[in-house]
């Protein structure tokens, strides 16, 4: 697929897609849904791609505030039992 027809599905400005392959643009998180909506794959897929480029620390930190939401949602959710 090339860049403009991924923009043209996505919805995007086909500059915006060349930002975000040449990683000097992040996207959004709307413009996340509708690249996976456009290439037909789950935004975690495209969350992950993305979460390889980090250094080491930035991965880090995005582990603990994944680890951080879950264990929240986790904590509501046996409170809400109890």
Do not use: C, N
Not at 44 to 57: G, H, I, N, T, Y
Request: proline fraction near 4%; avoid cysteine; hydrophobic fraction near 45%.
């Amino acid at each position: 697929m090339t860049q403009q027809a991924l923009a043209d599905a996505a919805h995007l400005h086909v500059s915006m897609v060349r930002k975000y392959e040449g990683g000097t643009g992040q996207p959004s998180v709307d413009a996340l849904r509708r690249l996976a909506v456009a290439l037909s794959v789950p935004g975690d897929v495209l969350l992950f791609e993305a979460a390889q480029r980090l250094d080491p620390d930035e991965k880090r930190l995005v582990r603990e505030l994944i680890e951080g939401l879950v264990l929240k949602r986790e904590v509501r959710r046996w409170a809400a039992k109890g």
